[in-house]
């Protein structure tokens, strides 16, 4: 789904998929990074793999 649709969905860790749009920031703690969503309370973790990208798409999308 990722890559038939990267404009609409982001690869946060190896189990989970976000709306791009839902995505406003990230919230650090000693030992993890959570995507904040709009929409829902939920934050769901970000790998320290996909970390970097997703602070560069946030860069950008601004």
């Known amino acids: 789904l990722e ?3 990267p404009h609409l969905l982001l690869r946060i860790n ?8 839902e995505l406003f920031g990230i919230h650090r703690t000693r030992s993890a990074a959570f ?3 709009q929409s829902i309370d939920l934050q769901p973790q970000i790998s320290r793999r996909n970390l970097a ?8 999308d601004k």
């Open 14 to 21: 190896r189990n989970a998929l976000i709306n791009r749009k």
């Open 3 to 5: 890559k038939k649709f």
């Open 35 to 37: 995507a904040k969503l």
């Open 53 to 60: 990208a997703i602070k560069e798409i946030l860069r950008n």
